[in-house]
């Protein structure tokens, strides 16, 4: 077959099976990326990546993704969200050259979009990236984050930071700057509703009221994380939030 013959036949294979199995979004990728069709296989492998990343297949997310950014213009804003996405897998399988590459990538591309949004969700990834490496070093991010959260007036990414700040603090064992980063953290969440980021902060806040010796607030503290994880159904966070209050009871204890 001729190559435009060959395009052809891949673009009506894609289009019939898009009506008949319009979630098999390899196939759909493989089909429309054989027909040269960039625009629809770049986002059927972004499907298929986003779907083995929900399952836990974390090398063929990464594949996805990296052939869904293969196909993109190098200035297109939708390559960030991608990149943020790799990096997100990158990070979980402890791949630290990689995840840094793709925040770097990620830091370009919201400087040459001058976008003050892009350029928020860059620095929390750079952060993130020294808060599991070299926790020091994420100071200097975070305060630029910060410094964008409020001028762009956004609560909860302001709320995002400090929460944060305040884990970096606690790493350093300065407890009284964390306590305070995250009960402004907290407050915030509250007013805005967002009950995972209160508790990811609650839970931070346990191990440092028990740092600090206040172990009757640490204690209350695990009790208000383990009765908004209930609510909210997040198994992983009631775990997290009960290893803590077992930690300051222990701490009760030994008093």
Do not use: C, W
């Not at 052809?8 to 990326?33: C, F, G, K, S, V």
């Not at 402890?94 to 840094?100: H, I, K, M, T, Y």
């Not at 007013?191 to 346990?206: F, R, V, W």
């Not at 440092?208 to 206040?214: C, I, S």
């Amino acid at each position: 077959l001729s190559g435009l013959r060959r395009r052809r036949m891949h673009q009506r294979a894609a289009q019939a099976i898009q009506e008949l199995q319009p979630e098999n979004y390899e196939t759909l990728a493989h089909h429309y990326a054989e027909a040269a069709n960039d625009e629809r296989a770049s986002y059927y492998y972004t499907q298929s990546g986003h779907r083995a990343r929900s399952r836990y297949a974390n090398q063929d997310a990464i594949q996805y993704f990296t052939l869904a950014l293969e196909l993109m213009e190098e200035d297109d804003q939708e390559r960030f969200n991608l990149l943020a996405s790799r990096a997100a897998v990158y990070e979980l399988t402890a791949q630290r050259d990689s995840q840094l590459s793709d925040v770097q990538a990620m830091l370009d591309l919201a400087e040459k979009l001058d976008n003050d949004t892009l350029r928020f969700e860059a620095l929390i990834a750079q952060a993130d990236f020294y808060l599991a490496t070299e926790h020091i070093r994420a100071q200097e991010p975070l305060e630029r984050a910060l410094s964008l959260a409020r001028r762009l007036n956004d609560q909860p990414r302001e709320g995002q930071t400090l929460r944060r700040k305040g884990e970096a603090a606690r790493k350093t064992f300065d407890n009284l700057p964390a306590r305070r980063y995250l009960e402004n953290a907290i407050q915030i969440f509250r007013e805005t509703e967002m009950p995972d980021e209160e508790t990811a902060s609650l839970i931070i806040l346990i191990s440092v009221l028990r740092q600090l010796g206040d172990l009757p607030g640490s204690i209350t503290t695990g009790k208000q994380a383990i009765r908004i994880s209930k609510r909210t159904g997040d198994r992983r966070q009631e775990a997290e939030a009960l290893l803590g209050l077992a930690g300051a009871y222990q701490s009760l204890l030994e008093e």
